[in-house]
């Protein structure tokens, strides 16, 4: 009953240096999303995908990487860290389909960038 | 412009009574969904309602229902019986189903902190 998995729940990041967060989901949905979460902003996409091997860009992609090899896994790469990348990741699935399917968040990713 | 508007940044309410948070959205699709997701203070965004525009009669869900006036481009979320439980962050969030794309995003307002007083 995993639902949506995100790794780590935490992480400091010294300006500069790459990481990537990692989401896994275990429904075998087609689609996956990348939002972050600042406040007074609600929920940004940065990038999505429909299915293994295809990704697009969401409103606020610059900074971030997308790749997409395999059903389950959507991990999203920061190559150069900024402090205004601090901010709270949240990753999404959803069946494509029914437009009206939920979308089911992980329990998101409270990234510091010093 | 703002796809989604939520306009009360913070709201209070008495526990049992009923509460309504409000959202204006802009499209100029005729199909589209809308949806409230709540997010406690440990963080985790769970949903709530949906309401598509094609439906007639407005969706409820427990507790939660959604006043849907399509002409007016409003989805309030109306929570009865107001619990200690209740106090949260809500979210509204439009889907708009054109092909392509857009068919897959779902775009958040910034949100309403909802604080049920005991």
């Known amino acids: 009953n995993a639902g949506v998995t995100q790794t780590p729940k935490f992480q400091v990041l010294k300006t500069g240096q790459s990481m990537t967060l990692q989401c896994a989901q275990d429904?075998?949905?087609?689609?996956m999303s990348w939002y972050r979460q600042d406040p007074g902003m609600g929920l940004r996409l940065i990038h999505y995908?429909?299915?293994?091997?295809?990704?697009d860009q969401g409103e606020v992609p610059n900074g971030y990487n997308v790749s997409r090899s395999t059903t389950e896994d959507f991990p999203l790469r920061l190559l150069s860290a900024a402090p205004s990348q601090t901010s709270v990741y949240f990753c999404?699935?959803?069946?494509?389909?029914?437009?009206?399917?939920?979308?089911?968040f992980g329990a998101g990713t409270r990234l510091s960038v010093l | 412009a703002q796809k989604i508007t939520q306009t009360q940044p913070g709201m209070f309410v008495q526990e049992k009574e009923a509460v309504t948070l409000d959202c204006t959205y802009d499209?100029?699709?005729?199909?589209?969904?809308l949806f409230w997701y709540k997010q406690p203070s440990s963080g985790e965004m769970i949903f709530l309602i949906y309401?598509?525009?094609?439906?007639?009669q407005n969706a409820t869900e427990g507790r939660y229902s959604l006043n849907f006036q399509k002409a007016r481009k409003s989805a309030n979320l109306v929570i009865s019986a107001s619990q200690l439980g209740d106090s949260a962050m809500y979210f509204c969030?439009?889907?708009?189903?054109?092909?392509?794309?857009?068919?897959?995003?779902?775009?958040f307002g910034k949100g309403t902190l909802l604080t049920v007083n005991p």
């Open positions: 309401q598509g525009s094609y439906d007639e």
């Open positions: 969030a439009m889907r708009e189903f054109k092909g392509g794309g857009s068919n897959y995003k779902l775009t």
């Open positions: 995908s429909v299915g293994a091997g295809i990704t």
């Open positions: 429904m075998n949905h087609e689609y």
């Open positions: 499209t100029s699709d005729q199909s589209y969904g």
């Open positions: 999404a699935s959803r069946p494509t389909g029914t437009p009206k399917n939920i979308q089911y």
